[in-house]
């Protein structure tokens, strides 16, 4: 195969990968973005193979490596994907995140360790020991070790620290999405001590101090330090950042995983890995301000620390008693029968009680009744960007009835019945407060409906440790329990 065709097949994979995430734009595009995706990866796979059984000089040793690499990821990865629920897909997330920074750095390693092996360099040579050489290689048990170019060093550099931040942020993120760990650094809450952002930008200046020694002398010592420092590093950054960032933070480490590759591309000289990693690092950077601006936060802010002080596990109450009005399943079904507008409100406690097709079902219902049904969608809705689209797109909802927040925010002042399912910050009136932790943070302007409807647990505060002023307004009606049975028993109250 020539390098031409090589060159040719990496680009149709490459229009392959831009079209997929055009596809992935919108709901109603995303399974031909998947399909474009999958036939990009498989193609730079194949292509990748084909080339390594010709550099190979036909010998299939080095692809029987790859084919086993191929397999063991494959397999473990289809595992997962069959095995992991909705609710769990934010951690699946981060730790694909992780995967794709450790290899970042495995391959950065290995190219420093034999850059000839990658075509970096040419292959060592015999020589007198003692010898030296004018281009600055040096000599090692008898053998001339060509020096590795400068720009290479740069790039195996930039690859290998951003990987590892990758990695470790990753896995704090992992654990902080899961909520399940004891270990204080995987809980919900910031972590923050006195001194942590000098700490940071300590850290931040020695890393890049002791990349910059092994670009200009091929230090090995030099090497390693930096990463152990980068692996720090991505711990640091990620443990002050509270759950209600977490949409933020997972955006945010799929650009630096792409910008991980991109850099490793550079240096192994191809061209399919610069690309995709890219088209990676630069969605996951505008899908990072995109969260930030939904949320009102500066991309720094969120970096140098999160807001809201605890993760709400639904064990606590409210920081002070007030009175609410509740109801029942039945007094809900009842005020939503009599509606012409329903607008439904899903959050990340819908997504827990796997609710969304006793949802779906309701609103088929009222739909059939006469009864205009609308959702409502925020965008850091969950723990992750799209959580509720998935959801929804899962119980089949149709995609003409979902609307994003700068769509629908219009009509809640027209609307007889907002039904909140699980969603706390989001539709929470303190953020148009000053003073407020979430002060200017775009919210579903459910408060402006007719009648709301709240569905949770408890009176528990959301992610930004903050009481729901929606929760206290006379026009509110909360309806406490399990999401999926009360929305069950709505159904059921339906005639």
């Not at 600055?136 to 590795?148: H, K, R, S």
């Not at 579903?444 to 505060?461: D, F, G, H, P, Q």
Request: proline share 4%; with cysteine; hydrophobic share 55%.
């Amino acid at each position: 195969m020539s390098m031409n065709v090589v060159t040719l097949l990496y680009l149709v994979a490459s229009v392959c990968f831009i079209q997929a995430l055009k596809g992935l734009s919108h709901p109603t595009t995303s399974i031909r973005g998947n399909l474009f995706g999958m036939t990009g990866m498989l193609i730079a796979v194949l292509t990748t193979a084909a080339l390594i059984v010709q550099l190979a000089g036909g010998a299939v040793l080095g692809l029987g490596w790859v084919l086993l690499g191929l397999l063991v990821g494959g397999t473990a990865g289809t595992l997962m994907a069959q095995r992991v629920e909705m609710t769990r897909m934010p951690e699946l997330v981060a730790f694909m995140h992780s995967m794709i920074g450790l290899a970042a750095v495995f391959i950065a390693v290995a190219a420093v360790a034999e850059p000839w092996a990658f075509g970096i360099t040419a292959a060592p040579v015999a020589a007198v020991v003692g010898a030296r050489t004018p281009g600055g290689a040096v000599l090692l048990e008898g053998m001339v070790m060509p020096a590795i170019p400068y720009g290479n060093r740069l790039e195996l550099f930039l690859g290998a620290a951003i990987g590892a931040i990758t990695f470790s942020g990753s896995v704090i993120a992992f654990g902080k999405l899961s909520g399940k760990y004891k270990f204080r650094l995987f809980q919900g809450a910031p972590v923050q001590f006195a001194g942590q952002h000098w700490l940071n930008l300590a850290l931040g200046l020695l890393t890049v101090g002791l990349g910059l020694m092994f670009v200009a002398t091929e230090s090995w010592t030099a090497f390693f330090a930096m990463l152990a420092l980068a692996f720090a590093m991505g711990v640091l950054i990620i443990i002050p950042i509270g759950g209600a960032d977490m949409p933020v933070v997972v955006s945010m480490l799929n650009s630096y995983s792409g910008w991980a590759a991109a850099g490793i591309g550079f240096s192994l000289n191809n061209s399919m890995l610069i690309i995709a990693g890219s088209l990676v690092g630069s969605s996951g950077g505008i899908l990072s301000y995109i969260m930030c601006k939904a949320m009102n936060r500066s991309f720094f802010n969120v970096l140098l620390g999160g807001f809201g002080g605890a993760v709400a596990s639904g064990e606590g109450g409210a920081k002070e008693q007030r009175p609410v009005k509740s109801g029942s399943a039945d007094d809900a079904a009842f005020v939503l029968s009599n509606a012409e507008t329903v607008v439904i409100v899903p959050g990340y406690g819908l997504a827990v009680a796997r609710a969304q097709h006793a949802v779906k079902e309701l609103a088929q219902k009222l739909t059939d009744k006469g009864i205009t049904v609308k959702y409502a969608i925020h965008p850091v809705a969950g723990r992750m960007p799209g959580h509720m689209n998935v959801l929804l797109a899962e119980a089949e909802v149709p995609y003409d009835q979902v609307f994003e927040m700068d769509e629908i925010n219009s009509e809640f002042g027209q609307t007889d019945v907002a039904i909140i399912l699980g969603a706390n910050d989001v539709v929470n009136p303190a953020a148009q407060t000053k003073g407020s932790p979430i002060y200017g943070m775009p919210i579903l302007e459910a408060y402006k409906a007719k009648t709301v409807i709240v569905n949770k647990r408890s009176m528990a505060s959301g992610y930004a440790g903050l009481d729901n002023e929606l929760f206290y307004m006379d026009k509110t009606m909360m309806v406490f329990g399990d999401a999926k049975k009360v929305v069950e028993d709505m159904v059921k109250a339906i005639e």
